[in-house]
């Protein structure tokens, strides 16, 4: 089975600095997608960014940027310009490409933005 | 309207009472699934679905139970409410070999008294 780690309970950052969130995960297989999800005070989950575990290249949405290691099993998110509305609940999960494609989440990262 | 429903988004029942929750969807995907949050823990899967006549349980089905009623609805009960499944429901959705995850609903806050 595999399991997804956040071991960042709580962080929190100034307003327009860069900020990076870690995930480590463990797995057997070799083909899997990676995830981050932002969950706003609203509750709504919101997809962030995803990873393709057999592209080398590391995935980047605007202002969002993973940094992807695939033999450390790491999969840490970067947010640059930290603004008001990144402050969140976020979440790192894990997807195996063929199979049942279980949806499996780390507990969580609370990320405040300091104005 | 929202791609995936959940009615109701906050409910306070008391223990011993039966609850169901709904979840529908206008996405056309043939995979539905139900997770519970709480603070510390992350979402924990409790039941999926990859077709009407497909049902699993997930790693914490245990106090609850489902029914597909139709490729669009996917509705949880609780059948015997206790104060411990008080938490936040989600419903999601997916596609057969969709690689951008799921489609989520707004939730369900649910404080068993």
């Known amino acids: 089975a595999q399991t997804v780690t956040q071991s960042q309970p709580e962080m929190s950052v100034q307003e327009a600095e860069t900020v990076t969130l870690s995930c480590t995960y463990d797995?057997?297989?070799?083909?899997?997608?990676l995830f981050w999800y932002k969950q706003p005070p609203s509750r709504q989950m919101i997809l962030v960014i995803r990873?393709?575990?057999?592209?080398?290249q590391n995935a980047t949405e605007n202002r969002f940027s993973v940094n992807f290691q695939k033999a450390a099993k790491s999969f840490s998110l970067k947010i640059s310009d930290s603004q008001l509305g990144d402050t969140a609940m976020y979440f790192c999960?894990?997807?195996?490409?063929?199979?049942?494609?279980?949806?499996?989440f780390g507990t969580g990262t609370r990320l405040t933005i300091i104005p | 309207d929202a791609d995936v429903t959940q009615t109701p988004r906050n409910r306070i029942t008391k223990t011993g009472k039966r609850i169901m929750l709904e979840c529908s969807q206008t996405?056309?995907?043939?995979?539905m699934y139900w997770y519970r949050q709480d603070p510390g823990l992350g979402l924990r899967l409790i039941y999926y679905?990859?077709?009407?006549?497909?049902?699993n349980k997930g790693e914490i089905s245990d106090g609850y139970s489902v029914s597909r009623q139709a490729q669009a609805k996917f509705s949880l009960s609780l059948e015997s409410a206790i104060p411990n499944q008080t938490a936040l429901y989600f419903c999601?959705?997916?596609?057969?070999?969709?690689?951008?995850?799921?489609?989520f609903g707004s939730g369900t806050r649910l404080t068993v008294v």
């Open positions: 999601a959705t997916s596609s057969m070999g969709s690689n951008y995850g799921y489609t």
């Open positions: 797995t057997s297989e070799n083909n899997y997608y």
């Open positions: 990873q393709e575990a057999y592209k080398q």
């Open positions: 999960a894990f997807m195996n490409r063929f199979g049942n494609e279980k949806l499996t």
């Open positions: 996405k056309g995907h043939d995979r």
């Open positions: 679905s990859f077709d009407v006549k497909d049902i």
